[in-house]
């Protein structure tokens, strides 16, 4: 798995040495960064413009790029305190975002649903490196995965315009996963259903929504600082 940009080098080297398997440059780097790159005893290739331009493809790689190794998916932790579940949320920039906001605010494991497949190297990316600090779980039967939160006592808050307002509601002291969808599409009737509340960020002006990485970034915060 290939990733680019300064501030995921940076990131990759301080914090998960360990995963990095090359170093690629296309600019020279100070003395202090090459010698802690260096003990890492890694291949470290230099590149030209054309084949930094063709590795990125056509990205703003900044001159830096790692070879790490890939992110694996895990199952689905039924023990996990706080899970947040994107139901076919795909735009690889909006869940970056969403990856670092849920790190911050203390997400045990975020759940993919919906879908088959998700680029998580594209990811790693736009959570600047956060993704390697978050178990992640593909899980694409959307019923069976309601059907197994409830079963193991999650108190399952689902997102939507017409449910309660977020900040008026006494959350429960137990197990809890936070289910968000998409903008196009939101979270559907049939899995509203199956949550314990539906669950609504009240807004000073009418609006259809708001973009799914902010929204889930309110909910959090929310609820951890319940």
Same mark, same amino acid.
Do not use: W
């Given at each position: 798995?290939?990733?680019?940009?300064?501030?995921?080098?940076?990131? %990759?080297?301080?914090?998960? =040495?360990?995963?990095?398997?090359?170093?690629?440059?296309?600019?020279?780097?100070?003395?202090?960064?090459?010698?802690?790159?260096?003990?890492?005893?890694?291949?470290?290739?230099?590149?030209?413009? @054309?084949?930094?331009?063709? +590795?990125?493809?056509?990205?703003?790689?900044?001159?830096?790029?790692?070879?790490?190794?890939?992110?694996?998916?895990?199952?689905?932790? %039924?023990?996990? =305190?706080?899970?947040?579940?994107?139901?076919?949320?795909?735009?690889?920039?909006?869940?970056?975002?969403?990856?670092?906001?849920?790190?911050?605010?203390?997400?045990?494991?975020? $759940?993919?649903?919906?879908?088959?497949?998700?680029?998580?190297?594209?990811?790693?990316?736009?959570?600047?490196?956060?993704?390697?600090?978050?178990?992640?779980?593909?899980?694409?039967?959307?019923?069976?995965?309601?059907?197994?939160?409830?079963?193991?006592?999650?108190?399952?808050?689902?997102?939507?315009?017409?449910?309660?307002?977020?900040?008026? +509601?006494?959350?429960?002291? %137990?197990?809890?996963?936070?289910?968000?969808?998409?903008?196009?599409?939101? $979270? =559907?009737?049939?899995?509203?259903?199956?949550? %314990?509340?539906? $669950?609504?960020? =009240?807004?000073? !002006? @009418?609006?259809?929504?708001?973009?799914?990485? $902010?929204?889930?970034?309110?909910?959090?915060? !929310?609820?951890?600082?319940?």
């Amino acid at each position: 798995m290939t990733v680019f940009g300064k501030q995921i080098f940076m990131y %990759t080297v301080d914090k998960f =040495p360990e995963r990095i398997k090359s170093v690629y440059l296309s600019k020279e780097i100070d003395k202090k960064l090459f010698g802690k790159i260096t003990r890492l005893n890694v291949p470290i290739v230099k590149l030209d413009n @054309k084949k930094a331009q063709a +590795m990125s493809k056509g990205g703003n790689h900044q001159g830096y790029f790692l070879e790490i190794e890939p992110i694996i998916e895990v199952p689905l932790d %039924t023990k996990a =305190p706080l899970v947040l579940v994107l139901y076919k949320v795909t735009d690889v920039g909006n869940i970056g975002a969403i990856v670092r906001s849920a790190y911050a605010f203390g997400v045990s494991q975020i $759940v993919i649903t919906g879908i088959s497949a998700m680029n998580l190297g594209a990811i790693v990316r736009t959570s600047s490196g956060a993704l390697m600090d978050m178990p992640i779980c593909i899980y694409e039967d959307s019923f069976a995965l309601m059907n197994e939160l409830k079963i193991s006592e999650y108190d399952i808050l689902g997102l939507d315009m017409g449910g309660e307002n977020i900040g008026n +509601m006494k959350l429960k002291d %137990t197990k809890r996963a936070i289910i968000v969808g998409s903008e196009a599409e939101g $979270v =559907p009737q049939k899995f509203l259903k199956k949550c %314990t509340s539906v $669950v609504s960020i =009240p807004m000073k !002006r @009418k609006f259809d929504s708001l973009n799914v990485s $902010v929204a889930t970034g309110i909910i959090l915060q !929310r609820i951890v600082n319940d």
